[in-house]
């Protein structure tokens, strides 16, 4: 058997070990053990209006803007992106909604359904998608309602009267709790006890409307 030559004429073991060093001082978010982007995602189950309870899926896109070396590794991390897909009773709708949460999702009487987006993560994102517009209230709050298979800007003042809050799971727990959540199931009665374990201001419950001009 015949060994290969090493050109420099160093020990082999010692240039790996040399290379595996390169790499991870390349990527500093691999050597503390995570990825700049990653997903967390749910099924949950949304209480409507009027009474009724469907199961919306929501898949969040997050970016580490560093990589912590000690404690929490997602305690940098930022929402991005997020992709909700519910059946809307006439097929599956989906949308990606780039830097914006959704935080409400119910449906007129006429059958047409909306959200209500809050605002999230700055204007870096993985994804291009439609402009879902500015803050309509001061609260960073913007409407988009349904048309046809996907959803398109509208105005918060066309919010029907009984809307007050919001209906999904917000992130206001540290993201490294909202992992816990990552594949599951999150019933009516999961989304309390969540809520009582991290309790909202009003501010950040309410949907306000715009005020009218002078």
């Known amino acids: 058997m015949v060994e290969k030559a090493n050109p420099q004429n160093r020990p082999l073991g010692l240039l790996n070990r040399r290379a595996l060093l390169l790499a991870t001082a390349a990527s500093p978010l691999a050597a503390c053990g995570g990825e700049r982007f990653f997903t967390l995602s749910w099924v949950e189950e949304v209480a ?3 009474s009724s309870v ?4 929501l898949k969040f896109t997050y970016e580490r803007l560093e990589a912590p070396l000690f404690g929490d590794p ?3 991390a930022i929402l991005r992106d997020t992709l909700l897909s519910f059946d809307s009773g006439r097929g599956v709708v989906t949308q990606l909604f780039q830097r914006q949460r959704p935080m409400l999702l119910d449906r ?9 987006l809050q605002g999230r993560g700055y204007s870096s994102s993985l994804h291009t998608t439609p402009d879902w517009g500015q803050d309509q209230n001061g609260n960073g709050q913007r409407m988009a309602r349904q048309e046809g298979s996907r959803f398109v800007l509208a105005h ?3 919010l029907p009267g ?3 809050g919001g209906n999904l799971l917000m992130d206001y727990a540290p993201v490294a709790e909202l992992m816990k959540l990552n594949g599951k199931k999150i019933t009516l009665m ?3 006890a969540y809520f ?3 309790p909202l201001q009003p501010v950040e419950r309410e949907i306000r409307r715009p005020q009218a001009s002078a």
Request: without cysteine.
């Open 54 to 57: 469907i199961a919306a899926s």
């Open 48 to 50: 409507l209006h009027d």
């Open 196 to 198: 009582n374990k991290y």
């Open 162 to 164: 009984w809307v007050k």
């Open 156 to 158: 918060l003042s066309k």
């Open 74 to 76: 997602y305690r940098t």
């Open 190 to 192: 999961d989304k309390e």
């Open 108 to 116: 007129n009487d006429d059958g047409t359904w909306f959200v209500v």
